[in-house]
């Protein structure tokens, strides 16, 4: 079987896109000599519901299409096990993979052999992965006019650097916490977009050990 390559410019692109979605996801971490945060305001039952269910979550896998501002698009499938662990693996002919190994989030392009990291822990994406983070403190409810659809737009407004996350869950009995995470949106603090859409999601499976792993392609080994 022939894999077709991606054209090297719209790669480019993506590389650029995936980029800054990493820095809207994973903003550097908090040093311990911060000022303690004030206590959160009471957070809306609806956000509380849309916590408990990204928490009750322990596996995922789900097919999902990636879309930038430039409206490129690609495919690929998610793996998520919490706490802090997900993947990205691209389309045949996308010589780019995105794992967490639940501290940081690395990006490695086989193509040009390079590797990028960025922590995670006080990152939005967080929401998902970090089960002792208190999302409802960043987190506004966005208007949708329907009851069975949660919007959760969560962002740290003492550091407008760091991005934003908007996630959308849908009412889902069969889902954990009753709600499925349908998709979001990462912004960065240029205004990027990149949109996140997930389909055929399977919950509770059985994952393979090494599926967090990955191979460094400037020869260094197996992480």
């Given at each position: 079987m022939t894999i077709m390559r991606t054209p090297a410019r719209r790669l480019l692109a993506i590389r650029s896109a995936l980029a800054a979605a990493l820095f809207a996801l994973a903003a550097p971490v908090v040093s311990a000599?911060?000022?303690?945060e004030a206590p959160a305001p009471a957070a809306n039952?609806?956000?509380?519901?849309a916590v408990a269910a990204l928490?009750?979550?322990t596996t995922l896998q789900a097919d999902f299409a990636q879309t930038d501002r430039n409206g490129q698009r690609l495919s690929g499938v998610l793996t998520l096990q919490r706490?802090?662990?997900?993947?990205?693996?691209?389309?045949?002919?996308?010589?780019?993979?995105?794992?967490?190994?639940?501290?940081?989030?690395?990006?490695?392009?086989?193509?040009?052999?390079?590797v990028q990291r960025w922590p995670i822990r006080n990152s939005p994406l967080g929401a998902l992965l970090d089960p002792n983070k208190d999302v409802a403190r960043y987190a506004t409810l966005n208007p949708t006019g329907h009851?069975?659809?949660?919007s959760l737009d969560v962002r740290d407004p003492r550091h407008p650097e760091y991005g934003s996350i908007t996630m959308i869950l849908l009412k889902k009995p069969s889902a954990p916490g009753g709600w499925e995470l349908n998709?979001?949106?990462a912004l960065d603090s240029q205004n990027r977009r990149t949109t996140i859409r997930l389909s055929n999601q399977r919950?509770?499976?059985?994952?393979?050990?090494?599926?967090?792993?990955?191979n460094d392609p400037r020869g260094i080994g197996r992480k």
């Open positions: 000599s911060a000022a303690p039952p609806q956000i509380e519901q928490r009750a979550i706490p802090g662990k997900i993947r990205f693996q691209y389309q045949p002919g996308v010589p780019l993979l995105i794992v967490s190994d639940g501290s940081a989030l690395t990006m490695i392009d086989y193509e040009v052999r390079q009851p069975e659809v949660i998709s979001w949106v919950y509770g499976v059985a994952l393979p050990a090494n599926i967090f792993r990955w």
